[in-house]
């Protein structure tokens, strides 16, 4: 794994599209990809395929709905929203992702001897 940027698990990153969209309303896939960028300190970078890749799939799931509007420089642009649906699906896969963390955390933050710990080493029940 690169020290310079993280990879994304499946599911990261239309999780992240969707807590952007609920904090910061509408906004373009290029908004959304910067503002993703920033909120990670800048260790998640997306290019362009990559954040359209996860717009078209959150629209054809019915969690974001998108229309064309103009940008802050005056350029047609489509923006995207976060639908009913979408915020529900946040609500599910935040509560997933947080239950997921708090295992790693555990597992990871594990820092006994194999032989310390129940079941190991050979112990009888």
């Not at 969707?18 to 990670?40: C, D, W």
């Not at 990559?50 to 974001?64: D, H, K, N, P």
């Not at 995207?80 to 935040?94: C, H, K, L, N």
């Amino acid at each position: 794994m690169s020290p310079s940027k993280l990879d994304l698990l499946q599911g990261t990153l239309d999780l992240m599209v969707l807590k952007t969209l609920s904090a910061m309303g509408a906004m373009h896939g290029y908004g959304i990809a910067r503002r993703i960028e920033q909120v990670s300190g800048n260790q998640v970078l997306l290019n362009q395929g990559t954040i359209y890749a996860s717009l078209v799939r959150l629209e054809q799931r019915g969690w974001i709905a998108s229309s064309w509007g103009v940008s802050g420089n005056n350029r047609k642009a489509k923006f995207y929203a976060i639908t009913a649906a979408g915020r529900q699906q946040f609500e599910e896969d935040s509560l997933y992702w947080r239950r997921l963390t708090g295992v790693m955390d555990r597992v990871l933050g594990l820092n006994h001897e194999p032989e310390d710990l129940p079941g190991a080493g050979g112990e009888t029940a």
